[in-house]
């Protein structure tokens, strides 16, 4: 199968790869000659085993034809979503050999499929400090996700500054853009103020914490003279409609196994918070079971890997009950963009 893109670049902020990036035209290929969806499609209806294509006699296969057409028979736009896991995975009986964009965002495609594509990048001048090798590709990451309006989890080990690479990112960022907000449990707000005030003094920051936070109008007020904003966990659950009814630029969220398990009131309420991006900083992206990956890339990347119980069925099971290797596999190559 080739898709062709038919439309502009789409960028619509969080969530955009779980529905539509693309509107694209599909091609078949069968014995070497390369069918439109129309002729396809006719071809279909042929009850015919062995078929004249465009000069050769090809043997078509019906299974095959109708695994195709029931993917597409429903589908007015492919997501990358669908690219990834249809490359990933056998189960839908035909490949995507060629996808064609718009000449401009080829690079940024590839990087979803190969992290070589991705620039390192250096900090920028506001940044005080240095930045080791591999922060600074953590950094070009981050960027790279942000430009084409996805999320992604951040999963260095303690230790290895993942606060530092997440400061150089919101430096990064347009001042002319929404505020920021940073989630984070209550013991380390003090770390986040004395990291910001060490690397990057120039960023405006606001603590929303504690009995002398500010009320719904003065929040908004408040929140908008400064870049970024910086609460707990627990904060932002008592306050969650004044967080709810603002958008944020980023939202980040610091030590993300605190919303490991979905249906908690906490993680309910954060995920209620509109954002352009999202990311989650964590060392320990799965604990114990899988819902918790889940959880957190469903933070990231809303309906990315579908909904919980469709997760459950096609991995979690698979996996947890019976050590799928296939499974496994595939979960690896459908999240390895959207984790570091």
Not at 153 to 163: E, F, H, P
Not at 176 to 205: A, D, Y
Request: net charge positive.
């Amino acid at each position: 199968v080739k898709l062709k893109s038919t439309d502009k670049f789409k960028i619509s902020g969080t969530s955009s790869l779980s529905t539509d990036l693309f509107n694209f035209d599909y091609s078949i290929a069968i014995g070497g000659a390369e069918l439109s969806e129309k002729e396809f499609y006719e071809l279909s209806k042929s009850k015919e085993k062995l078929v004249n294509i465009k000069g050769k006699w090809v043997e078509i296969n019906k299974e095959d034809i109708k695994k195709v057409i029931d993917f597409f028979k429903n589908k007015e736009k492919i997501s990358l979503t669908d690219i990834i896991i249809i490359n990933s995975s056998n189960e839908q009986g035909f490949e995507i050999d060629n996808v064609i964009v718009p000449e401009e965002f080829k690079t940024e495609i590839s990087g979803l499929f190969d992290f070589k594509y991705i620039n390192s990048i250096e900090p920028p001048k506001t940044f005080i400090g240095e930045l080791r090798e591999y922060q600074k590709k953590g950094l070009g990451w981050m960027i790279f996700l942000r430009k084409i309006g996805l999320g992604g989890i951040l999963a260095d080990d303690m230790g290895l500054g993942k606060t530092i690479q997440a400061i150089a990112y919101l430096l990064r960022l347009d001042k002319n853009k929404l505020p920021s907000l940073i989630i984070c449990p209550t013991s380390v707000i003090g770390n986040w103020q004395r990291e910001i005030q060490k690397f990057s003094p120039s960023l405006k920051m606001n603590i929303h914490h504690g009995s002398s936070r500010f009320d719904k109008k003065e929040f908004v007020n408040n929140a908008r003279k400064h870049d970024l904003t910086i609460s707990s966990y627990s904060t932002v659950r008592m306050d969650e409609e004044l967080f709810q009814d603002m958008e944020w630029e980023t939202l980040l969220l610091d030590e993300a196994q605190n919303i490991k398990n979905p249906l908690t009131k906490q993680a309910i309420s954060i995920n209620k918070i509109k954002s352009k991006c999202r990311f989650s900083l964590t060392g320990t992206p799965v604990e114990n079971r899988l819902s918790e990956l889940w959880s957190i890339m469903n933070f990231v990347n809303p309906g990315f890997l579908s909904n919980w119980n469709n997760f459950k069925k096609n991995f979690a099971e698979p996996i947890e009950l019976y050590d799928s290797e296939q499974k496994k596999e595939l979960l690896k190559k459908i999240i390895g963009p959207f984790i570091l």
